[in-house]
């Protein structure tokens, strides 16, 4: 699939300045963005030296790491947008964990040709729509992350359509490969949507969002409001179904947002995060609740964002010094500087 997208990709970079020369009017832009994010994460209690996180990307304890240096470029000439997203770091490597080599830093790699207003077309290596939280820690409120996002999916890679309905109301609709593979030579495929929209004042937003393979369906709802001038809250919900031979497997998740701005530089999210492996299969933590309090300093262009994380199973999950224990907490004090 990645061959198919790269060809694709070297025809309209053929293409593309053709339709320059014909049209003088038609100007190239490209900007680049990039950021840098690591974190300090020590357990709370007797942690015994485990890690205790089933979630993403924060499984260090008692050490500094880095999780991701990041450079995104976008140009955009006419009706056509090529972007490479490149990632370095813990982050990228458990985001693209089916990859290997090179293709473990390709966040994303996507070339969009804007038809009209209300339709463009996107073809490559994509975040998955599924979900309320992002790969990037400079789009994320909290530094952890929630147990929805960590059990996915986390990208997609094929073709997909944005449509404009009409008001406030857009469509997307697609067909990639399955979940989580940059490159997949196998003929399943999976359909992707969302129905999207928001109030006239755009102070609630919804995204319905479906996925359906061969053997995985998921439905995600995420809804964003904004409260007052300084406070905001969402909420992000799942349930996944999976077919194993005979029987099935599903598992739910439910994350609940509220965000307080005291000034511009600094604030709070608290996060209340709910999952449950229904079937104890294939992720084994059963129910999981964790709630997740997150600060935000801004000072320029670096944020501090200090954090009080408990999470608590239905069973002994953490490991302690004397055995296991159905709860852990921990503290993560985190540095996101975007340039």
Same mark, same amino acid.
């Given at each position: 699939?990645?061959?198919?997208?790269?060809?694709?990709?070297?025809?309209?970079?053929?293409?593309?300045?053709?339709?320059?020369?014909?049209?003088?009017?038609?100007?190239?832009?490209?900007?680049?963005?990039?950021?840098?994010?690591?974190?300090?994460?020590?357990?709370?209690?007797?942690?015994?030296?485990?890690?205790?996180?089933?979630?993403?990307?924060?499984?260090?304890?008692?050490?500094?790491?880095?999780?991701?240096?990041?450079?995104?470029?976008?140009?955009?000439?006419?009706?056509?947008?090529?972007?490479?997203?490149?990632?370095?770091?813990?982050?990228?490597?458990?985001?693209?964990?089916?990859?290997?080599?090179?293709?473990?830093?390709? %966040?994303?790699?996507?070339?969009? /040709?804007?038809? +009209?207003? *209300? #339709?463009?077309? @996107?073809?490559?290596?994509?975040?998955?729509?599924?979900?309320?939280?992002?790969?990037?820690?400079?789009?994320?409120?909290?530094?952890?992350?929630?147990?929805?996002?960590?059990?996915?999916?986390?990208?997609?890679?094929?073709?997909?359509?944005?449509?404009?309905?009409?008001?406030?109301?857009?469509?997307?609709?697609?067909?990639?490969?399955?979940?989580?593979?940059?490159?997949?030579?196998?003929?399943?495929?999976?359909?992707?949507?969302?129905?999207?929209?928001?109030?006239?004042?755009?102070?609630?937003?919804?995204?319905?969002?479906?996925?359906?393979?061969?053997?995985?369906?998921?439905?995600?709802?995420?809804?964003?409001?904004?409260?007052?001038?300084?406070?905001?809250?969402?909420?992000?919900?799942?349930?996944?179904?999976?077919?194993?031979?005979?029987?099935?497997?599903?598992?739910?998740? %439910?994350?609940?947002?509220?965000? /307080?701005?005291? +000034?511009? *530089? #600094?604030?709070? @999210?608290?996060?209340?995060?709910?999952?449950?492996?229904?079937?104890?299969?294939?992720?084994?933590?059963?129910?999981?609740?964790?709630?997740?309090?997150?600060?935000?300093?801004?000072?320029?262009?670096?944020?501090?964002?200090?954090?009080?994380?408990?999470?608590?199973?239905?069973?002994?999950?953490?490991?302690?010094?004397?055995?296991?224990?159905?709860?852990?907490?921990?503290?993560?004090?985190?540095?996101?500087?975007?340039?």
């Amino acid at each position: 699939m990645l061959k198919k997208i790269l060809i694709a990709s070297a025809i309209c970079c053929t293409i593309v300045p053709s339709f320059a020369q014909n049209d003088s009017t038609k100007k190239s832009s490209t900007t680049f963005t990039a950021y840098l994010d690591g974190y300090y994460r020590a357990l709370l209690k007797d942690g015994g030296g485990s890690n205790n996180n089933f979630t993403s990307f924060t499984n260090a304890h008692n050490s500094f790491k880095l999780g991701m240096a990041s450079l995104k470029v976008d140009q955009t000439l006419g009706k056509f947008t090529a972007s490479l997203d490149l990632g370095i770091g813990k982050r990228a490597d458990e985001f693209s964990y089916n990859d290997k080599n090179i293709l473990t830093n390709i %966040k994303g790699a996507t070339i969009a /040709y804007t038809v +009209t207003d *209300k #339709l463009k077309f @996107t073809a490559g290596k994509f975040s998955t729509h599924i979900g309320y939280e992002l790969l990037d820690a400079t789009s994320n409120r909290n530094y952890s992350m929630s147990y929805g996002f960590s059990y996915g999916p986390f990208f997609h890679t094929g073709f997909k359509a944005d449509i404009a309905v009409g008001g406030k109301t857009a469509l997307m609709i697609g067909l990639v490969d399955p979940t989580d593979y940059t490159s997949f030579n196998s003929k399943p495929k999976y359909i992707i949507a969302q129905i999207s929209s928001a109030s006239k004042n755009d102070k609630v937003k919804g995204y319905l969002n479906f996925l359906k393979g061969d053997i995985t369906t998921q439905y995600n709802l995420v809804i964003v409001t904004t409260l007052t001038n300084r406070a905001s809250a969402a909420f992000d919900a799942s349930i996944n179904q999976q077919k194993f031979g005979e029987g099935y497997s599903s598992w739910s998740s %439910k994350a609940f947002y509220l965000n /307080y701005d005291f +000034t511009e *530089k #600094l604030g709070l @999210t608290l996060r209340e995060d709910f999952f449950s492996d229904r079937t104890i299969s294939p992720i084994g933590v059963g129910s999981v609740n964790a709630t997740t309090l997150s600060g935000k300093i801004k000072i320029n262009k670096l944020t501090i964002i200090p954090e009080v994380r408990i999470d608590r199973g239905s069973m002994p999950l953490f490991n302690t010094k004397t055995g296991t224990a159905n709860s852990a907490s921990n503290f993560v004090v985190a540095a996101v500087y975007a340039f």
